[in-house]
């Protein structure tokens, strides 16, 4: 089993950064993928940000080119280095992880509260 905190959230104007991050234990050599969601009130959770072990990265539409995801396979932890925030980034944001072997998907964690002012 792999357990994932994720940390780095608060209250910040628009135009501003935040740097989360999300700490792996357990099982971390059965890591594979990493992702960062995020859910808003009221909407579903989407897919932000995925990074794979070899650090090919991908993005959603909405934060490319203002998010950087990263990770330090080293310190079993994923990084989401979040510039140019809009109000509509707020959103509690949790990263998840692909395992090699079941239950092939790591637990969620408690999640980080983003909170963007206009």
């Known amino acids: 089993q792999v357990q994932l905190v994720e940390s780095g959230g608060g209250l910040v104007q628009a135009g501003g950064s935040l740097r989360l991050s999300c700490a792996a234990s357990g099982s971390i050599s059965t890591i594979n993928t990493m992702y960062w969601f995020r859910q808003a009130p009221g909407k579903q959770r989407e897919l932000v940000a995925t990074i794979t072990r070899g650090g090919s990265t991908n993005y959603a539409d909405s934060v490319k080119g203002r998010f950087t995801i990263s990770r330090d396979n080293a310190k079993n932890t994923v990084y989401l280095q979040m510039n140019s925030l809009k109000p509509e980034d707020t959103a509690v944001y949790y990263c998840?992880?692909?395992?090699?072997?079941?239950?092939?998907?790591?637990?969620w964690g408690q999640g980080t509260q983003v909170t963007v002012s206009s």
């Open positions: 998840n992880a692909d395992l090699r072997v079941p239950p092939f998907s790591a637990s």
